[in-house]
């Protein structure tokens, strides 16, 4: 079965420099989450899209933004990073078909960011 | 918002030895999800359990939603099930889908 797809799976940055997170949902899912775990914790919401619109927003730095396309793939852009920003980046996806929430968040394999 | 307590933070255990993980949350929810972390990072799904009882092969869980927990049973552990076990709540009251995790619980299985 197709699974979400994260690219690129490890992504080296210096700080104050850009970085953008690519995730690409299970296909005719049409809710992407995004969250942020660092060392040693456990991961952190910080936004979701149903049906390409913003749906819900957590702990996200306002130097991050996000966006989900047309073709429902989700992009997470992060700028002036930080050193502090170092951590595991996930993407989920649901298919919350109707609005309904009962749904599973199957999480990809994960986006490894190292801030120096 | 939603409190999700996992206990025991750590376990060791003997390979062959049965396990109980604990997950308390402080609110009604919608979703309930048991993950295992492996050692290289990936949180594999292991149950999408809000409420009742679910079988996989060495695994089970129990949720009992009106009392506000769940349970991740693992029988005859293997050394392949080291990792952190998490368990994440969708706050049905809270109007958001978003998962919120507990700190997890590190499980060692030793030869």
């Known amino acids: 079965a197709a699974g979400v797809i994260q690219s690129p799976r490890h992504l080296i940055k210096e700080k104050r420099e850009t970085a953008t997170l690519k995730c690409y949902p299970i296909?005719?899912?049409?809710?992407v989450y995004w969250y942020q775990q660092g060392p040693g914790q456990d991961p952190q919401f910080l936004i979701s899209f149903y049906e390409k619109m913003q749906s819900d927003k957590g702990s996200i730095p306002d130097r991050f933004s996000a966006q989900q396309f047309s073709d429902y793939h989700s992009e997470l852009n992060m700028s002036s990073l930080e050193l502090g920003d170092s951590a595991l980046y996930f993407c989920a996806s649901s298919g919350r078909a109707g609005g309904s929430s009962t749904d599973t968040q199957y999480f990809g394999p994960g986006t490894r960011l190292t801030v120096l | 918002g939603i409190q999700v307590e996992q206990s025991p933070p750590d376990l060791i255990l003997q390979e062959g030895a049965n396990s109980t993980l604990r997950c308390n949350f402080s609110d009604s929810v919608n979703n309930l999800q048991w993950f295992h972390q492996n050692p290289w990072g990936q949180l594999i799904n292991l149950f999408y359990?809000?409420?009742g009882t679910k079988q996989n092969g060495r695994l089970s869980a129990t949720t009992v939603a009106t009392e506000r927990y769940s349970l991740l049973y693992i029988s005859s552990s293997q050394t392949t099930d080291s990792g952190v076990y998490f368990c994440a709540v969708e706050n049905s009251g809270a109007g958001s889908y978003q998962l919120t995790f507990g700190k997890g619980t590190k499980l060692s299985v030793i030869p």
């Open positions: 296909p005719r899912h049409d809710t």
């Open positions: 359990i809000p409420s």
